[in-house]
């Protein structure tokens, strides 16, 4: 079965610092990986995804993840953080079922603080 | 171009009494989701339908059921809430990909669910 693991729950940087999340995945096959982001009490917005294109993924607003096949990981990163940051991030692998249906498993998240 | 929209935003319960929560999506898209989301725990499928007339379990489906009779509106229903289903409630829509092993999925803004 496919899973993700975020190492960090909580995550915290200054502003204008980088930004790291770490995110490993588990899959019987090729995956698709996304990284969602979650402001407080809003729903969800894709940040980027991964599908076996471009290993370095670039997204919005200034975040890329690079998608490490060897060590089954897919780091979201930041060179430069701002106060607008500040949410939880989750990531995310697809997972085929008996059915053909592709589900999403998120991982547990991480909430990242950016302090001035 | 309105996304996904849930009604409501907010809801108390009591234990035992019933309700609906409603999501519509103005984008066509063929698949349509309910998840739950719980301090670390990251979403959890609740159930899915990817088409008009077609629901199917995730992977907490236990208490609930939902109902997709127009292709832009899938419902969530609780007959008979328990404390265990206060949580936040998110609908999500995404189309069919066939062939390919991405697609993202859109998120609502969240119903905030409380039982007591």
């Known amino acids: 079965a496919q899973s993700v693991t975020q190492l960090d729950s909580h995550v915290s940087v200054s502003e204008g610092t980088p930004v790291l999340l770490r995110c490993n995945y588990s899959?019987?096959?090729?995956?698709?990986l996304f990284w969602y982001v979650q402001h407080p009490n809003k729903g969800l917005q894709l940040l980027l995804k991964?599908?076996?294109?471009?290993?370095l993924v670039k997204g919005i607003n200034g975040f890329e993840a690079e998608f490490k096949k060897s060590e089954t990981s897919f780091h979201l990163t930041k060179p430069s953080a701002h106060m607008s940051d500040a949410a939880e991030y989750f990531c995310?692998?697809?997972?085929?079922?008996?059915?053909?249906?592709?589900?999403?498993?998120f991982g547990t998240g991480t909430r990242l603080l950016v302090s001035p | 171009n309105a996304g996904v929209t849930q009604t409501p935003k907010f809801r108390v319960l009591k234990t035992g009494q019933s309700m609906t929560l409603l999501c519509a999506q103005d984008?066509?898209?063929?698949?349509m989701y309910w998840y739950r989301q719980d301090p670390g725990m990251g979403l959890r499928l609740i159930h899915y339908?990817?088409?008009?007339?077609?629901?199917a379990k995730g992977e907490v489906p236990d208490g609930y059921n939902v109902s997709r009779l127009k292709k832009q509106n899938f419902l969530l229903g609780l007959e008979s809430a328990a404390p265990s289903q206060t949580s936040v409630y998110f609908c999500?829509?995404?189309?069919?990909?066939?062939?390919?092993?991405?697609?993202?999925?859109?998120f609502g803004p969240g119903t905030r669910l409380t039982v007591t």
């Open positions: 339908s990817v088409g008009e007339g077609t629901t």
């Open positions: 999500a829509s995404s189309y069919s990909e066939e062939f390919t092993y991405s697609y993202e999925q859109y």
């Open positions: 984008m066509n898209h063929e698949y």
């Open positions: 995310v692998v697809s997972s085929y079922q008996d059915t053909g249906f592709q589900k999403l498993v």
């Open positions: 899959s019987s096959y090729s995956p698709s």
């Open positions: 991964y599908t076996s294109a471009a290993t």
